[in-house]
């Protein structure tokens, strides 16, 4: 997979030789990128690899009507990350970000990749729970901060209600085509 020019801005933004999570993988294209690129000391991948049957996420490859085995997909990153898994480097969560996160600590990540479920209320909860596991002047970066498709302003938004409820802690430092990256500027304890 060919890295588009605003998603090298992303890992450009990532701390080198660091520790973080990615929020919604899929097949680990963008994953790949990231260790090498990064050479992340360890990167956790965090996917339900599920298919949903709900409202609002029509359109996207986890709905039930895409056709898409998560069981195959899921199958296809654990065999193409085998080795790094082996050595500990990637660490595959499976699951949504609200019951595996726990197992991160807190003030442990450099970095998160979120490009999860893109609804407003999924993003703006992503957002939550990464925020107090990224250490002081750690990044976290959202991918499809734009408007259309299937989510609508959901990304948008969340990210706005996000820098609302944290103006003491968090700064827009980049916007590159339909990524974002925010700074943690809050002083650790």
């Not at 000391?41 to 056709?67: C, I, T």
């Not at 996000?162 to 650790?188: T, Y």
Request: charge should be negative; glycine fraction near 8%.
């Amino acid at each position: 997979m060919d890295l588009q020019p605003y998603r090298k801005r992303a890992l450009d933004f990532f701390p080198k030789e660091a520790t973080g999570v990615e929020i919604g993988v899929f097949k680990g294209d963008f994953s790949a990128h990231t260790l090498s690129y990064v050479n992340a000391r360890k990167l956790y991948l965090v996917d339900p690899w599920q298919n949903f049957d709900e409202p609002g996420v029509e359109g996207s490859w986890y709905h039930a009507s895409s056709k898409v085995n998560m069981e195959r997909v899921h199958a296809s990153v654990v065999s193409r990350f085998s080795d790094e898994i082996g050595d500990g480097r990637v660490e595959v969560l499976r699951g949504k970000s609200s019951d595996v996160m726990e197992t991160i600590p807190p003030a442990s990540l450099d970095f998160a990749y979120v490009d999860g479920d893109h609804r407003f209320e999924a993003v703006l909860q992503d957002l939550e729970i990464c925020a107090p596991r990224i250490k002081h002047r750690g990044v976290i970066v959202l991918d499809d901060h734009q408007l259309g498709n299937w989510w609508g302003d959901g990304v948008i938004r969340a990210l706005n209600t996000f820098l609302g409820r944290h103006p003491a802690d968090w700064r827009v430092r980049f916007i590159a085509q339909n990524q974002v990256g925010i700074l943690n500027i809050r002083q650790p304890d």
